[in-house]
């Protein structure tokens, strides 16, 4: 099995801060490119971020860059996404999963499942 679990999602405060984690399970998550992918209701999914398999290379959204930043922590077997300052438009089921090329995220290809997610809200 390749499953990726996302976790960490929650309500916070406009320019809070919440850290998401990409924990794999069933496969090594240090052979694979990894992308953090958003979805507002009503919206489409839109890439957020990715990273490559040894962290050298990252992208992120505009709307992301300076505030967001992707890790990866392959002895644990774990992606991170630490969201800084974040605004009400940071709202929506994030999640992660298997790309083939940390591109731009406009380009992001998806190459596993997706999981259930997990929820960010902001609010007031």
């Known amino acids: 099995q390749l499953q990726l679990v996302e976790s960490g999602g929650g309500l916070v405060q406009p320019g809070g801060s919440l850290r998401l984690s990409c924990a794999a399970s069933?496969?090594?998550?240090?052979?694979?490119?990894i992308g953090w992918f958003r979805q507002a209701p009503g919206k489409e999914r839109e890439g957020v971020s990715c990273i490559s398999e040894r962290g050298i290379t990252t992208n992120y959204a505009a709307s992301a860059k300076g505030r967001f930043t992707i890790s990866r922590d392959n002895a644990k077997n774990t992606v991170y996404l630490q969201m800084d300052s974040l605004k009400a438009e940071d709202a929506a089921v994030y999640y992660c999963?298997?790309?083939?090329?940390?591109?731009?995220?406009?380009?992001?290809?998806?190459?596993?499942?997706w999981g259930q997610g997990t929820q960010v809200t902001v609010s007031s």
């Open positions: 999963a298997r790309i083939e090329i940390c591109t731009p995220v406009t380009l992001l290809k998806v190459t596993g499942s």
């Open positions: 069933g496969f090594s998550l240090a052979y694979y490119r």
